[in-house]
């Protein structure tokens, strides 16, 4: 696959990304690492919970959205992460969910510090089998510039 | 050590976590799974970028950030993320580096929709061994009330 630079983009364009598939003991493997919490440890204890199952952790969700980002976009030296806001967790992710992103192009500038690089503001939308939301986020990242 | 309900906070109150340290095996296996990019996965490759070094990824500090608050704060059946505003790498973060997160209460009030819990939004600053700062955030989550 051809590597993406800042100049390939424009405001609106979307990419779908491919799917990942996640399953209870990668769900309990992440948590026991980053977020330890009832129910996303254990099943019969998440069951006693308002989830009633076992759930992923969001920064499981938020990890998996980068991995799926990442592949599809394939930028040229990679994207250098700046910030992210509006990162909403609005269903939850459960064992054998796949995962999928869409990514809407928001806004691009060039980077005043950095004059090899533009900055880019990514509008992603992550979504499971049943086309549920699982996740939004609002993501900027600095992007290589073609050279002349 | 004891769990601590929503009427356990007020705003203002701070909390400074445990320490995280990370070595170079974790940055790549983070990144092999979750951020396959140049500079998160081969320290060789990575002295070719504007990093001169290998670097983690943002959403690797941002799961480790999530595991020093989980066990600073231990909240009764857990904190249950909304989400998240404002977050932001500010340095990068290296092998070797050791992580602390400092947790303030930004604001609190009830849930409308779930009685039994209360809204709380926290102010988390990641910083290094140097005192430097490596991510920021505002954060919201649901907390458990004491029952009558």
Redo the contacts between chains.
Sequence with gaps: MSERYFEDLKPGDRFKSGTYEVSEEQIIS?AR????????LDAAVARQ??FKELIA???HT???T??LF??TLNFA?????????????LNAFKPGDVLQVETEIADLRLSRS?PAHGIVRFRKVTTNQRGEIVQTMTASALVLRRRE
């Design positions: 992440f690492k980053f977020d330890p919490q009832p129910f996303h919970t308002m952790s969001g920064w938020a990890a998996i980068m991995r990442v592949q030296e990679g994207a250098i992460g700046l910030g992210v806001d509006e990162l909403r967790w950095k």
